[in-house]
Every structure is written in structure tokens, then in C-alpha cells.
């Protein structure tokens, strides 16, 4: 698996436009604004994109995703349906956070704990990790080792959980026992800041040791 990461919106999120090497074919995780960049990162790589994966409702994840779907009738996967209220209210984060007005939109498929997704001929496997909102996903391509995890884990910290059904004792379980058994060796993009790997985390995240 490829990737390149685009950092969009004013919050500097962590889009994500993967790709199979072996199709060309490839997704854009979690566009959550700037879509000229998304689309001009896609092209530059010679990438043709054929679905949107969403981690989770927030505005800064998902903005673009409507947008998105429409110019390149893409569908849209993820995130779990837990977050349907995050995404209802698009418009009002848009309020909220001075975004743009921003449209909701209903996902081709809702994702749970256990489900695939493909990309071309890549297979991601879906967690579903609630504790930042209750509906977050996070895709994990294991024969790349590579996970893209939204706002569940950042390089020595871990997602807020002070928004509306955010819970702090399931993204913590979230992370200890959907995460780290994938192994340490596993890197990961979140939504914000540099990457980082789960053993990096496992025992350095000062949120995570025990």
C-alpha cells in the first residue's frame, strides 16, 4: 500500500489518499476540506480514486466528504453508525467551528468492528474505537503495517473526550485492546501531528502507561 498524506483544513488534519500499486486505484481517508488539494495530491501520484473511507463525524474529518462524493460519484464507507448525530449536525459544526457551511450526508455503508474494506486489491481490516465519538473506525492494512487511526491516538497523546458521547475509559480500551495487539511494530497516521508506532505508544504515551 501507498500513501500520501495532505493536511487540510485550519485545523491541519490529516487526510490520507491511499492507493494499491498494483490497480492505481485508491481512497481518500477522512477529506475534510481543501478538496483541490486532495484531488491535485491524487493526480500528481497518477492516482484514480474510487471510494471515500471516513474515520469519524467530525468536521475537520468529514467536511469535504459530500463535496467529494458528488464531483466523483464516490461512495462512502464508514464511519460506524454511532456517529450518525456528528454528521447530521454538519451543518452546525460548520457554525461552530467558523468552517464553511459544510452538507451532511448518509454513507453508502456503515462500518463495524470486524468488517473489510478494499481499495483496488488491498484488504484493510475495520475497528471500530469508540471513546473519542462513539462511532469512530480506524483502518489497519497489516501487510503494510500501517494503521490510520483519525482522532483515537496521536504521537504521545490520545483523541479528546470531552465532546458529546465521548468517553475516556473506552478509548482507552479502545486503544489497549483493539490497537496494540496488532504489535508494536505497526506505524499509524492520526488525524493530527507526526506519525508514530504502536510500541512507541504502548510505552512512551504518558495517557497509556500504567
Known amino acids: ?31 475534510g476540506g481543501d478538496l483541490d488539494r486532495i484531488l491535485r495530491a491524487a493526480e500528481t501520484k497518477g492516482v484514480t480514486l474510487e471510494k471515500i473511507l471516513v474515520t469519524h463525524g467530525h468536521i ?14 464516490l461512495p462512502i464507507e464508514g464511519p460506524q453508525r454511532e456517529d450518525q448525530f456528528w454528521i447530521d449536525g454538519m451543518p452546525m459544526q460548520s457554525k461552530m467551528f467558523g468552517f464553511p457551511p459544510v452538507r451532511s450526508f448518509t454513507p453508502d455503508r456503515w462500518l463495524e468492528d470486524g468488517d473489510t474494506v478494499t481499495v483496488g486489491n488491498l484488504t484493510l481490516d475495520v475497528r471500530h474505537c469508540p471513546g473519542h465519538t ?3 473506525v480506524v483502518f489497519i492494512h497489516r501487510p503494510s503495517k500501517l494503521a490510520i487511526v483519525g482522532d483515537v491516538l496521536f504521537q504521545g497523546s490520545i483523541g479528546r473526550t470531552d465532546f458529546p458521547k465521548g468517553n475516556h475509559g473506552d478509548l482507552i480500551a479502545s486503544i489497549k485492546e483493539r490497537l496494540f495487539p496488532y504489535g508494536d511494530d505497526i506505524a499509524f497516521i492520526p488525524g493530527h501531528g507526526p506519525m508514530s508506532t504502536f510500541g512507541e505508544e504502548r510505552l512512551y504515551n504518558p495517557f497509556l502507561t500504567d
Do not use: R
Open 1 to 31: 500500500m501507498q500513501y500520501v498524506i495532505v493536511p487540510v483544513t485550519p485545523f491541519q488534519q490529516n487526510c490520507t489518499v491511499l492507493w494499491c500499486p498494483e490497480t492505481m486505484k485508491g481512497a481518500a481517508v477522512d477529506p
Open 134 to 136: 462513539p462511532g469512530h
Open 60 to 73: 475537520d474529518h468529514a467536511g469535504a466528504v459530500a463535496d467529494l462524493a458528488d464531483k466523483l460519484s
